[in-house]
């Protein structure tokens, strides 16, 4: 197996973890907090999906799908490319709003394509390019790869992990 076969089947185990996590709920279960507080499964998918698509887009020095299409909408969300969920208070969690489990699964599925293109032609030679100098030691492409990678498959986790509350 090589490298690039290794991240799509990795990238590839997530459509199905966010299908699962969504699958069936209504609106008003997605924006629901547990305890009235914390993540919802909306945000979670949504968060997760943002993160994606932020840090693919930068690394293809392209505009983010969620910006690029009318995604923005469909979460009561202004089609801002710096909102992706990180700092985010209770009041902020809960103001994305999925207007149903169809907007976070498709939003996902367009992000996921453009992952998948883009990671399929991978070498083991481009994990080594520095894409982010601002670290210590400065990131490479194969770290920030296992970092989204890794980020995702936690938030996919938790969205059934509240799945299972409601």
Do not use: C
Not at 48 to 67: F, G, K, M, N, P
Not at 85 to 98: D, F, I, K, Q, T
């Amino acid at each position: 197996m090589n490298v690039s076969e290794l991240l799509t089947e990795a990238y590839g185990r997530l459509p199905d973890l966010v299908r699962t996590a969504v699958d069936g709920l209504t609106a008003d279960q997605l924006r629901a907090a547990p305890a009235g507080r914390g993540n919802t499964v909306g945000w979670l998918v949504w968060h997760l999906t943002r993160v994606q698509d932020s840090h693919i887009a930068e690394l293809l020095d392209e505009e983010q799908v969620y910006t690029a299409g009318d995604w923005a909408s469909r979460f009561g969300r202004k089609p801002d490319p710096g909102d992706t969920g990180y700092g985010h208070s209770p009041e902020e969690v809960a103001a994305v709003r999925p207007e149903n489990a169809a907007a976070l699964v498709e939003y996902y599925q367009a992000v996921h394509e453009r992952t998948i293109a883009y990671v399929s032609g991978l070498t083991a030679e481009d994990l080594d390019r520095v894409v982010d100098e601002s670290w210590d030691p400065p990131v490479t492409l194969g770290v920030r790869l296992v970092s989204i990678l890794d980020d995702d498959v936690q938030h996919a986790g938790q969205a059934a992990y509240v799945r299972g509350l409601l």
